[in-house]
């Protein structure tokens, strides 16, 4: 038996963010958010698109983006890959959600809480041993709440995750060990066989599940994670060989041709001019590329000018 890895984007979609997900999605919110009692007793899961306000504004592509029952919104992030900037981008989606919930005319005590959670496969903040991070907005002296307290920002570090399968303890304790293991097992732990909610997601996980479609797009994100896991070691590399831009251009020509296919060849022009500032720019904006047109609709954005 083999399971997809929850910790590429359209596996964790389709085992916490698809129409059979609710009860797992609860289950896991629970745990992660409200040291598992049941605060959650049920919710929608949303289009998890975030478009822009307005003409030529970012749009934002979230994982998994849920209303609970009592109102708040949840937003869900799995990262691999630490990139530039990494953390204004949490913060941007967390604002944009929070922002986007009002159209014109409507008052803004109608605005309900976000929180915005991001699963890490990296390193968030260095010198600190807690897995699970929550942060809201405080007084910076006497530390106490906000009057509205309305986005929380709220952190998991799967490495910072020690635990072996004998030690897992509690829920929280076997949601992380899912996310981080799942990929590298062959068959579900009886530990967690106990937990119906974390069986359900091993039988969403099962690769035999998966039509012939969706294989193919786990498998091509899977290529592009990969790619860039070494990423950074290569554009060292290239950079010394070639100098830093060409080196820079050559990786992320490759990134592009594992995430949208063969690239044609006056868009590789358009991208060969662009300063390294941009190129570093690029490197992080395909993380949101889903086809051709997002990286053309890019470059018409950034450019250099006549």
Do not use: C
Request: without cysteine; negative net charge.
């Amino acid at each position: 038996m083999r399971f997809i890895n929850p910790k590429i984007d359209f596996a964790f979609k389709k085992i916490f963010g698809s129409s059979q997900s609710t009860e797992i999605l609860i289950s896991f919110l629970n745990a992660i958010l409200y040291e598992e009692e049941s605060i959650i007793k049920s919710l929608e899961i949303l289009d998890p698109y975030l478009g822009p306000q307005v003409a030529g504004a970012k749009n934002s592509y979230l994982d998994v983006k849920a209303l609970l029952n009592d109102g708040t919104f949840v937003i869900i992030e799995m990262q691999v890959l630490k990139v530039q900037a990494f953390g204004k981008r949490v913060l941007y989606n967390a604002a944009k959600t929070y922002a986007l919930q009002l159209t014109r005319g409507e008052l803004y005590k109608q605005l309900r809480p976000v929180i915005a959670l991001t699963i890490t496969d990296f390193e968030m903040f260095r010198g600190e041993q807690d897995v699970i991070s929550h942060f809201v907005f405080k007084e910076r002296t006497r530390l106490s709440d906000y009057l509205q307290n309305d986005i929380e920002l709220v952190f998991v570090e799967l490495p910072k995750f020690k635990k072996e399968l004998d030690r897992l303890e509690t829920l929280t304790d076997k949601w992380i060990y899912f996310i981080k293991t799942t990929g590298t097992l062959d068959e579900v732990p009886q530990t967690m066989v106990t937990v119906p909610e974390i069986q359900k997601a091993f039988e969403i996980a099962n690769q035999v599940s998966l039509t012939q479609e969706e294989f193919n797009i786990l498998q091509q994100q899977e290529f592009f994670a990969q790619d860039q896991e070494g990423s950074v070691a290569l554009g060292r590399e290239e950079g010394r060989q070639e100098g830093r831009q060409e080196g820079q251009v050559g990786l992320i020509m490759r990134l592009l041709s594992r995430r949208l296919g063969q690239i044609n060849p006056d868009i590789e022009s358009r991208i060969r001019q662009l300063p390294i500032d941009k190129l570093e720019n690029l490197a992080e904006a395909m993380l949101d590329f889903s086809n051709a047109e997002d990286l053309t609709a890019w470059l018409e954005a950034n450019s250099p000018k006549d």
